[in-house]
């Protein structure tokens, strides 16, 4: 009788945990049909309707040319600009000491930093990214800028089976881990010859120096590895023709074409360690 109290008791346990992750499923489920509504009505529609008038003039504008992409890394400050070479930069690059042609930031949706938007005015585009359709006036004050650029964004993780989607024209920059992943799509769909990297460090080592920006960061550097990796797959199968080169890799090295900057010039030798 006892052990039959007992065999009742664990049955009946086991079936309220199995009743409490159905609903926790089902509940999950619903969670995410909402997410996706919210998704479409906050971002792919937006981007549906304002992505051909941002994007469609920069398809193959630097055709020919040599892009550097920068990004935050603190490789960037032993890099020389390369002469003739547009750059490319991703949030605070800004403020480093190589002028930028381009400029790419997330994360400013609601009070835009007074310094970028009066960097390098009338000689630097500035493509601002939203991961939501914000209110008007959020983006007023970026609108009146003639070389400023509204985008919209979907965050997702480096280990996301969802494909990046072919034409920025039409649907959101896919973003995975890093602004730098968003860029990239940017940068490649303005179809330089070649595309180097600097500053692309993704490991643990920090930031580049700055009077203003100075910080430290532990970087996930094994997601980092794998976003660049669903990068150059994209790259790879879309821009084929497009060469891509680390200069002074850390957590990218074999990747991509790997050269080392030394006094300004370029080398396929790594320096020696002394």
């Not at 109290?5 to 199995?18: A, C, D, I, S």
């Not at 990004?71 to 020389?80: I, S, V, W």
């Not at 532990?218 to 023709?241: C, I, N, Q």
Request: hydrophobic share 35%; proline share 6%; net charge positive.
């Amino acid at each position: 009788m006892k052990w039959g109290w007992k065999r009742e008791r664990q049955g009946k346990t086991l079936y309220l945990f199995g009743k409490a992750v159905y609903r926790r499923k089902r509940k999950q489920g619903l969670n995410e049909v909402i997410k996706l509504l919210q998704d479409m009505k906050n971002i792919h529609i937006p981007a549906a309707a304002a992505h051909p008038a941002v994007f469609r003039k920069y398809k193959n504008c630097l055709l020919g040319k040599d892009l550097v992409f920068i990004a935050a890394g603190p490789t960037l400050d032993k890099y020389t600009p390369l002469p003739g070479a547009v750059h490319m930069g991703v949030n605070r690059t800004y403020q480093n000491r190589v002028p930028l042609d381009y400029h790419v930031a997330l994360g400013f949706q609601y009070v835009p930093d007074e310094d970028l938007l009066n960097y390098r005015a009338g000689q630097c585009t500035k493509f601002y990214g939203y991961s939501y359709e914000p209110y008007p006036s959020m983006h007023a004050r970026m609108s009146d800028g003639e070389l400023v650029e509204r985008f919209y964004f979907t965050m997702h993780t480096c280990s996301t089976q969802e494909l990046i989607p072919h034409n920025p024209e039409y649907a959101p920059i896919m973003v995975m881990e890093s602004v730098v992943t968003g860029a990239m799509q940017i940068a490649l769909w303005m179809h330089p010859r070649r595309i180097y990297l600097v500053g692309c460090d993704s490991d643990s080592s920090g930031y580049f120096s700055s009077e203003k920006f100075d910080v430290k960061q532990v970087l996930g550097s094994t997601r980092m590895r794998l976003a660049w990796e669903r990068v150059k797959e994209f790259a790879d199968d879309l821009y084929p023709d497009v060469e891509i080169i680390s200069i002074n890799p850390r957590g990218l090295r074999g990747l991509f074409r790997d050269q080392y900057m030394l006094d300004g010039e370029l080398t396929d030798t790594p320096p020696t360690k002394k």
